[in-house]
């Protein structure tokens, strides 16, 4: 007699039915036994990733668009972007859509991303969207570098293209990340507040570049903004702009990546050859860029009718000015006024006396003896009068966007401070933080040197903590110490009197004398040498400082070429890596410049053409037209020795 399997709870059991009147199909033993060995790996399989394989290196690939790229008579609010793998969005802020769009989103849902367009196009205008590195694969995030849509609104998709390289005119090195904005015609007016026709941003090493654009010539401007609205604020970000419009040339999108027949696209050798055909392409472009003198350079921009950046109390007696460009001493006003909480309370007070003093003079007339409570009438006054009397004094600092302002009144705790500059004028409003007491080192008016080592042909620069106003050398004693070959020490006292006295300016001074080259020297300056500007006397002081032998120098010599004759130039020796120059040399032919003197160290040369002819680097300005100063800088650095010579030769890059 057969057998009949049933089942109770998922398991087989045969022979003995479990469940009455459930027959089920027959199952072979063996087959069973088969299936039940075979379900808890297949449970195991299903629950844990794939493991094993190389890495999907390759970036999304592009498989379908709606509507097709380069699609003409645009009119959708949609772009649908189909992709053969799932894909994430990274870093949508920094997508660029040129000419530029406000109202643009985007979303991604598997292996779509969907683009939302809000904003009015404009007719027969070419649309790119640079998506950057924003698209990537769900795993690895791999980005697809540079993936551009374009449509065209017009009949035709315009093949213009501008590219250039974005560059700090005084270090020479790339800026990343800057807005590029592209006029048809020059926008009128500084800051420029007009929208761009097109639009691109630096990468990391200054190349941008704009495709698809309507064939003809731009002004170009830039900026360093984080709000990507494409405006300048020139007091505030370092600007940028082309003398002459660039024109455009031709563009041919290049193929990055090809999908092949059978071939699996996370292929990393796939990868590799989209990298190093992007990167080529890039190479390219900027090496063209720079043959059609395709270069910004980036300066700080000013504003004569806005030159003061921020005024803070630092101190009791002492205000600390930020400027947003250098401006001539002679050219400002400083005046010290009241401030207007103290003048609004005076006004206040005098309504209430005048107010009460009416009231007193009525109850009188009618007989009633007047009522005084101590209320807002009775409040001291503020002292209005106290500009009067206040001395203070302006000092430069070494940095040419700072100054520090001076006054001897203490007791003014708030205050307003008005800067006029020529017909412009700006006012800071400033209050006494109760953190910033007055001390005795606030007041204290001390003298330090600036550099311990001189050469024997410079001079000892000595700083003031307050404006010096008189000083009488005759006073101080000068000691020289030398040894000779045999190690015996000569001291010999020198007249102060013969100190050559030189006022850089009211907190510094130079004393230059004929100093002997492996001598040391003390400076002893007594309080009576020196007078601030509030009739107050130095601390007693005592100053050291050496003056090594000469064959402890080095020397650099360099061979200039390439200059234009009708320039002038200034050539600079810097510490590696600094800004503040050692030496420097007005150039005004081509020839051999030496600096004797220079100290044990890695030092660099700058040259730059000095247009104003006033020694210093200058940015420009957008309004006159002025580019920065051109500099140059030596293509490497230069380790200099006691005792060695070093010759150089440079020349200049030919003018384009």
């Not at 859509?97 to 779509?112: C, G």
Request: hydrophobic letters at 35%; proline letters at 6%; glycine letters at 6%.
């Amino acid at each position: 007699m057969k057998k009949r399997a049933f089942v109770k709870g998922g398991l087989v059991m045969a022979g003995k039915p479990v469940m009455a009147g459930k027959p089920v199909r027959f199952f072979s033993v063996r087959l069973l036994a088969g299936m039940l060995a075979c379900f808890p790996f297949s449970c195991a399989r299903y629950a844990q990733a794939p493991t094993g394989g190389p890495a999907d290196l390759a970036p999304p690939m592009l498989v379908e668009a709606l509507p097709a790229q380069g699609s003409t008579d645009f009119a959708s609010t949609q772009i649908r972007l189909a992709f053969d793998e799932y894909v994430v969005l990274q870093k949508t802020e920094n997508i660029v859509t040129s000419p530029p769009l406000s109202r643009i989103s985007y979303t991604t849902n598997l292996k779509e991303v969907l683009v939302v367009i809000e904003d009015t196009l404009k007719p027969d205008r070419t649309y790119s969207i640079n998506f950057k590195d924003a698209i990537g694969d769900l795993h690895e995030s791999t980005p697809l570098q540079n993936y551009t849509y374009v449509f065209s609104t017009g009949k035709t998709v315009d093949s213009g293209r501008i590219s250039g390289v974005a560059i700090d005119a005084q270090t020479l090195k790339p800026v990343k990340s800057v807005s590029v904005m592209f006029y048809a015609r020059k926008p009128e007016g500084f800051p420029v507040t007009s929208e761009p026709d097109y639009v691109a941003v630096a990468d990391t090493g200054g190349f941008f570049e704009v495709s698809y654009m309507k064939e003809g010539c731009y002004y170009v401007l830039a900026a360093e903004e984080e709000a990507r609205d494409y405006r300048i604020s020139p007091t505030e970000e370092r600007s940028a702009f082309s003398s002459s419009c660039w024109e455009t040339q031709d563009f041919r999108e290049p193929v990055l990546f090809q999908k092949r027949q059978g071939k699996k696209e996370s292929d990393t050798g796939m990868r590799v050859a989209y990298d190093q055909a992007l990167s080529a392409y890039r190479s390219e472009s900027l090496r063209q860029a720079k043959e059609l003198g395709h270069e910004l350079f980036f300066y700080q921009d000013f504003q004569p009718e806005v030159f003061l950046k921020e005024a803070k109390w630092t101190t009791k007696g002492k205000i600390e000015l930020d400027w947003y460009y250098a401006p001539d001493p002679d050219s400002l006003e400083f005046v010290f006024l009241p401030s207007f909480a103290d003048v609004e309370l005076s006004a206040r007070i005098l309504q209430e006396q005048q107010a009460r003093q009416k009231e007193d003079t009525l109850e009188s007339k009618q007989g009633r003896r007047a009522r005084r409570e101590a209320d807002f009438s009775e409040m001291e006054m503020p002292d209005l009068t106290w500009p009067s009397r206040l001395r203070f004094q302006v000092a430069g600092e070494e940095d040419p966007l700072k100054a520090k302002i001076y006054f001897d009144d203490y007791a003014v705790d708030d205050l307003r401070l008005v800067v006029r500059n020529g017909r412009f004028s700006d006012t800071a409003e400033l209050s006494l933080s109760h953190s910033v007491a007055a001390s005795s080192d606030t007041a204290a008016f001390r003298v330090s040197a600036r550099k311990t080592t001189l050469l024997h042909t410079d001079s000892i620069v000595l700083d003031f903590t307050l404006p010096m106003l008189e000083s009488d050398l005759e006073k101080a004693s000068l000691y020289q110490y030398c040894s000779d070959e045999e190690g015996r020490k000569d001291t010999l006292l020198i007249d102060a009197g013969n100190l050559r006295l030189q006022r850089i300016g009211p907190l510094r001074i130079s004393l230059s004398y004929d100093w002997q080259a492996g001598c040391s020297y003390l400076l002893y300056l007594p309080s009576a040498c020196f007078c601030d500007y509030f009739g107050r006397l130095i601390d007693t002081t005592r100053v050291r400082f050496s003056v090594p032998d000469l064959l402890s120098y080095g020397q650099v010599a360099v061979t200039l070429s390439g200059l234009d004759s009708n320039a002038v130039y200034v050539l600079q020796v810097l510490p590696a890596g600094g800004k503040a120059p050692l030496f420097e040399k007005v150039v005004e032919k081509e020839g051999m410049y030496e600096f004797p003197y220079v100290s044990p160290a890695t030092v660099s040369l700058v040259l730059f053409e000095d247009r104003n002819r006033n020694g210093k680097w200058d940015g420009g300005h957008y309004p006159s037209g002025l580019q920065p100063e051109r500099r140059w800088i030596f293509p490497k650095n230069l380790p200099v020795e006691a005792d060695w010579r070093i010759e150089e030769k440079w020349e200049l890059p030919p003018r384009q």
